[in-house]
């Protein structure tokens, strides 16, 4: 069975690519594991080499239709559609995270469907489908109201996957991500990329700038928590859902200052001390607009895994993820 | 000012326009009154025939873009996006439903951009929004969970208003539009043509078919007030529906039993007697999938018209609608 993972030169994209080859089977569209023969990863970047006979690798825009019809077969039984706009460029390119988040997306749906195998696709969708007048603690029955252009978008593309999925043309759940962190890597574009950096850049012996207030409380999961729930979303039974094909993936939910005292907790408070509070009042907008915190509930029953405190990811990160570990006291 | 009309052809849009050219104004992209001086009517088919000097009549595809080109410029002040493939015709045909309901709505979202001038855009949603497992009275905490594809078609327009009007490139409403009822004319392909069907067929000395029980409950509300609702969707200042830029429109609760009761009692046991009751699994799951009853609380608050009860919807449609009004007794 063939296997894709878009965005797959990005951060989870390319985790995900090594988690999936380590693992070696994934469920197709009628739900048996199937060896995965060929994992094809696509991105707009190169997507990195990975040392696998399995592993295709195609550079190209997936807003171009050509690029992703030449991937998507018949035998294609599960994808993961993870390339997308983030939240800060979407909001400052509205053309752009269109073109990406909405129209790619549906270009892939669409190729599912002419293709006739009904695949499972897992699509990434964020909490950014929340916002406006939000309780401080969300169910599933919070309704949508996005308050930015990703969320709109993250929002359309979960409406196309479930009625594609209710359509039969193929079998699609939507993954609602809580902020990821900690990213190794560079900051990138994302409202939420200090998430990590408060984190990263310190331990890095750089300074983190933090652009919301030490109040601000956000939502969030470890990569490793991403990761799982990407694989096990593929897994799930096409009817454990219903009608119902998103899942609000467990998070924790932390204040900025809450972080910043994880990391003196556990890396010191001369690392700490490298976090620069600056708020900056339109990254502030969109984040305060975002989940608090969500009831993870329905995602427990349905075996998603869920971090246990802010301190374990951030010893999490010190140990599998920093190029150069630095210890307490550094 | 010029208005336009999409759907120009259609029963409401017909209405619509005979209304605004009765009223003469309307609000601009700055709430200020505005004379009609051009009121353009848009529609697949040809718009009727209405002797007034304003009206402009373009016949042409939606889906089009240079169609829609020539009619959006910076003088058009406000816009009713009124066309729009039905329910059951959207289910039946899905691309179709996809170009005109999603594509052309988001292409003369577009010209309103280009053109610059930020007019106010009525959008007609619908309570298809709404699904899945529904409370018996929703209010404005209940979440989208569309089940046909008419529905999510509606939700993604209503997130695009939302968003053009958030960034700014014009000033969107989207009203979600109970079943209305009676209407003149023929039978359509929506799902909910039998609402007007049982009453009018059977007003005409024809068989009216129900394709549904009688204790299936539906949304309604009768062409003056959605009417209505139209030209106070425009009338309404932008600030006054925050960031919940669509409105749940008035309507009354009934069963199909409860309808063919009011019929009974407002013509008579013969006229009532022409109502054939034959279920029909395909729309009877439509149907029963979209809300009974929806808390009208909010729209009331905004000025919003509802009706008083199924009895006076026919009543009204009888002395107003009929081509040949039947007396009790016929």
């Known amino acids: 069975m063939k296997a894709i993972v878009t965005g797959g030169a990005g951060f989870l994209g390319s985790r995900l690519a090594r988690a999936l080859l380590e693992r070696g089977t994934l469920k197709d569209g009628e739900g048996r594991d199937q060896p995965i023969s060929k994992l094809t990863l696509i991105d707009v970047t190169e997507p990195a080499g990975i040392a696998d006979g399995r592993v295709s690798r195609i550079t190209g825009d997936i807003s171009d239709p050509a690029v992703l019809k030449s991937i998507v077969d018949r035998e294609t039984g599960a994808i993961f559609h993870l390339a997308a706009i983030v939240s800060g460029m979407a909001e400052a390119d509205f053309d752009l995270g269109m073109r990406i988040n909405v129209d790619a997306t549906r270009t892939l749906l669409e190729l599912c469907r002419e293709a006739g195998n009904r695949p499972r696709v897992v699509f990434t969708s964020s909490v950014a489908v929340f916002g406006g007048d939000l309780p401080p603690l969300l169910n599933d029955a919070t309704p949508l109201n996005p308050q930015t252009s990703y969320g709109i978008e993250k929002a359309i593309g979960e409406f196309l996957v479930a009625d594609y999925t209710r359509k039969g043309f193929l079998d699609g759940r939507s993954l609602r991500l809580p902020t990821i962190t900690v990213r190794p890597g560079r900051p990138n574009a994302a409202a939420s990329s200090f998430a990590s950096g408060i984190i990263r850049e310190p331990l890095n012996g750089e300074e983190g700038i933090c652009p919301v207030g030490r109040d601000a409380r956000i939502w969030v999961a470890s990569p490793r928590t991403a990761i799982a729930a990407l694989i096990k979303a593929n897994e799930l039974p096409s009817n454990a859902l219903g009608n119902r094909r998103w899942i609000n993936v467990p998070g924790i939910s932390v204040t900025a200052g809450e972080m910043a005292d994880a990391l003196e ?66």
Not at 294 to 305: C, M, P, T, Y
Not at 312 to 328: N, Q
């Open 265 to 330: 907790r556990v890396a010191g408070p001369d690392v700490a001390r490298r976090i620069r509070w600056a708020r900056d009042e339109r990254i502030e907008k969109m984040v305060l607009g975002w989940p608090a915190a969500i009831d993870n509930e329905r995602a427990l029953q349905l075996g998603f895994e869920v971090d246990q405190n802010f301190d374990a990811i951030v010893r999490r990160y010190m140990k599998e993820d920093m190029v150069a570990p630095v210890g307490r006291g550094l």
